[in-house]
């Protein structure tokens, strides 16, 4: 038998988690550079217990505490004026663009080639020649989705008129160290404000991961909306999507669907309750120096392969140090580095470190040097 989901293959050997290392079958223990693709920050934890459990199979939860959205709103710099809870970082995402439709009248959204915006069929193809990197996805899935390389490049190019907004991660997730926030001018922002166009930034990885809510990098921009993932819920399975008080009257004339199964369950609003409560008491400089170390270890370990780790927004990824980026997924695998990227693995882990196949790398509350000890 055949199981597609990587994490379930049959011959899997990790079976168990705990703090910050995972365990395979014969017992022995691999500190986790990946954390749930950066979800878990406290470390691998059993899920925390619902006080609700003669109802947790209702639909949606409770009315949420004044305490609970004093939480919410700090995790943006714009006034919140509207929000919604999804299951997923694609999920949200894929709502954040249609709310964008439905408040501007438009239906093209802008992406940038080599960032990463979930599993959704109208973001899975790489470049202006719209390659797909799955089967099964029709022609029609990307027609009101563009694709450039820069934000100059889009004002260059596009009709500002014809699109609702343009979609960004604050740092490229096939290399961290590349930002398109960072290069968006005061001039630019305005602009987008002008022509209706709405900034959307996709903070799924890196939200939460350099400072409590969204990154430095968004906050600067006052964006119209911003999209949190799993990270805001210590990984369990939350997407969120927060609205500024500028859009909201727009958005509540409209009629949006956001519904999807469990969103807003009650052991969704208790788990992002209580990771709120930890995440808002977090010294960042903790993980920021774990990030660093963890960044050492590995640069050392993988030197004699052309790698290194590159990082930004709180988190980094493995890559080739020569290679350039042409004909690269939207996660920046490259053919070449494969030989290479395999042999720097397989010393990774002769050295009790885990890093998983997207090569991304996350820091935990733990120090890596403490607990290899």
């Known amino acids: 038998m055949h199981i597609f989901n990587s994490n379930l293959n049959l011959d899997a050997k990790l079976v168990k988690g705990e703090g910050p290392f995972l365990f395979n079958t014969e017992g022995d223990r691999f500190f986790d550079c990946w954390l749930g693709s950066g979800t878990l920050i406290f470390g691998h934890e059993k899920v925390i217990e619902s006080n609700m459990q003669s109802n947790w199979l209702l639909p949606e939860g409770p ?18 004026g509207s929000l919604g809870f999804q299951t997923s970082g694609s999920s949200a995402v894929h709502r954040a663009c249609r709310v964008a439709r439905a408040v501007t009248g438009k239906s093209k959204v802008a992406v940038f080639n080599l960032f990463w915006h979930g599993s959704d069929d109208s973001f899975l193809f790489v470049g202006e020649s719209k390659k797909k990197l799955s ?25 500002l008129e014809e699109f609702a907004a343009i979609l960004v991660e604050p740092y490229q997730g096939s290399d961290p160290s590349v930002s398109v926030l960072d290069s968006i001018s005061d001039e630019q922002r305005n602009k987008l404000i ?91 400089e903790i993980l920021a120096k774990n990030l660093k170390d963890i960044i050492k270890l590995i640069d050392e370990l993988v030197k004699d392969f052309d790698l290194k780790v590159s990082s930004g927004g709180g988190f980094g990824r493995l890559s080739s140090i020569s290679s350039n980026k042409e004909n690269t997924s939207s996660r920046g695998f490259i053919g070449g580095e494969k030989e ?34």
């Open 340 to 373: 290479n990227i395999n042999k720097a693995k397989k010393v990774l882990l002769d050295n009790k470190i885990f890093i998983n196949h997207n090569l991304l790398i996350f820091p935990s509350i733990f120090n890596i040097y403490d607990k290899m000890r």
């Open 135 to 159: 089967d099964g996805i029709s022609d029609s899935a990307q027609e009101n989705v563009s694709y450039f390389d820069s934000i100059d490049q889009f004002f260059d190019k596009a009709k």
């Open 63 to 80: 009315k949420v505490s004044n305490s609970y959205l004093d939480l919410l709103g700090k995790i943006v710099d714009f006034k919140i």
């Open 194 to 284: 002008n022509s209706n166009v709405l900034l959307v930034i996709d903070e799924v990885i890196t939200g939460f991961r350099s400072q409590y809510g969204s990154c430095a990098s968004s906050r600067k921009l006052q964006p119209d909306i911003v999209v949190f993932g799993k990270a805001i819920a210590s990984g369990f399975p939350t997407g969120l999507v927060v609205v500024s008080d500028r859009l909201t009257t727009s958005v509540k004339e409209k009629s949006i669907f956001w519904g999807g199964t469990f969103g807003a369950s009650p052991i969704q609003l208790e788990m992002v309750e209580k990771s709120l409560i930890r995440l808002s008491a977090l010294n960042y």
